[in-house]
């Protein structure tokens, strides 16, 4: 049967998103159903997060205002396309995204409501949406995690770009099915050009890198010197030394910043955006106002390690303030071709 008109974009772009080397979506603790009712008590959340990093956070949530959330867990990438696939009948009340550019996407297609001017105001300009159909609720930037015994800080390269380089062959640490990397060649192509980026993707597939599942696995195995340096998102490091009952410090690993607004130090948002059919739900607005308050904020800083974005809230130890990045010029606006950047990773035969 043919695909109806007015479903034939979404359906080719969810048939790309899908098709990147994913399976069907997962679900969390209580799987998303049917739409429930505004005030009903009840929201249903997409969750590109990870459900270790959220869900106390969301459980916080459900403890101090007696709303249930049910939650379905996948990657960013999964999500969004399961979004564009279901349409006007999703279920999904909200869309809590690991990075812009997928919020971008389904922003796109007209799917999220504005949100209320209060929320927006208490996040800067940069990060969140100009329609004011998204807002960012922390931050990560990109960094190149290395093992301190394996290179010394004089061989770290300025430039994310110098990794295509032979004398790195075979020592990168990538994840290019995560959410964060494509989020990063969609910044290369946005501030260079598509070409760069293929010429980059083709020059690191080229050095034969050292192809992870997520960030996790890439700065435990730096850690462990199995890698010597990779590209993940900075706050990875505080999540694995707390898991090991250390700090940073105390970790093999560290961070490496690129300096002078090199694209990789693309600082990245996770964000949150509402369903038109949820835009006067009660519930769903507490819950973007919970992610935006003081309590949350913090918990983001000194639980996640991610940069808040509501002022007045400290940065997490250990990484420099915010706002002394020395970040790219780079809408994250602008992060919103998400399947444009899963085509040319997959052409690259990053990822098989």
């Known amino acids: 049967m043919p695909v109806p008109a007015r479903r034939s974009l979404a359906a080719v772009a969810a048939a790309g998103l899908l098709s990147f080397g994913l399976v069907a979506c997962g679900s969390g603790e209580d799987d998303a159903g049917d739409p429930g009712k505004a005030g009903d008590k009840i929201i249903t959340v997409y969750s590109g ?11 916080k949530f459900s403890q101090q205002t007696g709303i249930t959330v049910k939650t379905r867990y996948a990657t960013t990438a999964q999500l969004a396309a399961q979004l564009l696939e279901e349409g006007d009948k999703s279920p999904a009340d909200a869309f809590f995204a690991q990075d812009a550019g997928a919020l971008g996407a389904v922003a796109k297609r007209d799917m999220f409501a504005p949100l209320p001017a209060a929320d927006l105001e208490k996040v800067p300009q940069a990060y969140r949406a100009r329609n004011g159909q998204w807002v960012g609720v922390s931050a990560r930037a990109r960094v190149l995690t290395y093992n301190a015994d394996a290179v010394p800080t004089a061989e770290l390269p300025k430039s994310v770009f110098e990794l295509t380089d032979p004398k790195w062959k075979g020592k990168v640490g990538v994840a290019p099915t995560n959410a964060s990397f494509q989020a990063f060649v969609t910044a290369i192509r ?7 980026a293929k010429d980059f993707l083709a020059g690191l597939k080229a050095n034969e890198p050292q192809i992870r599942d997520n960030n996790v696995k890439i700065v435990e195995d730096v850690d462990k010197g199995t ?27 560290k961070l490496h910043f690129f300096p002078g607004g090199d694209t990789g130090a693309l ?31 913090k918990h983001f800083a000194e639980q996640t390690f991610e940069y ?23 809408d994250l606006n602008d992060l919103d071709t998400l399947d444009a950047t899963i085509t040319l990773i997959k052409d690259s035969g990053l990822v098989p």
Do not use: M, W
């Open 267 to 297: 600082v990245n948002v996770a964000g949150v955006g509402v369903l038109k059919r949820s835009a006067e739900d009660p519930d769903t607005r507490a819950f973007v106002d919970f992610l935006l308050n003081p309590e949350s904020q």
């Open 227 to 253: 890698i010597p340096v990779g590209l993940v998102n900075h706050y990875y490091l505080g999540e694995i030394a707390k898991e090991k009952g250390t700090t940073p410090d105390g970790l093999k690993a």
């Open 190 to 196: 946005v501030q260079h050009g598509d070409q760069k």
């Open 308 to 330: 808040p974005v509501v002022a007045g809230i400290a940065a997490p130890a250990g990484v420099p303030p915010l706002t002394d990045l020395d970040t790219p010029d780079i």
């Open 49 to 59: 997060r990870n459900e270790n990093l959220v869900k106390p956070l969301l459980d």
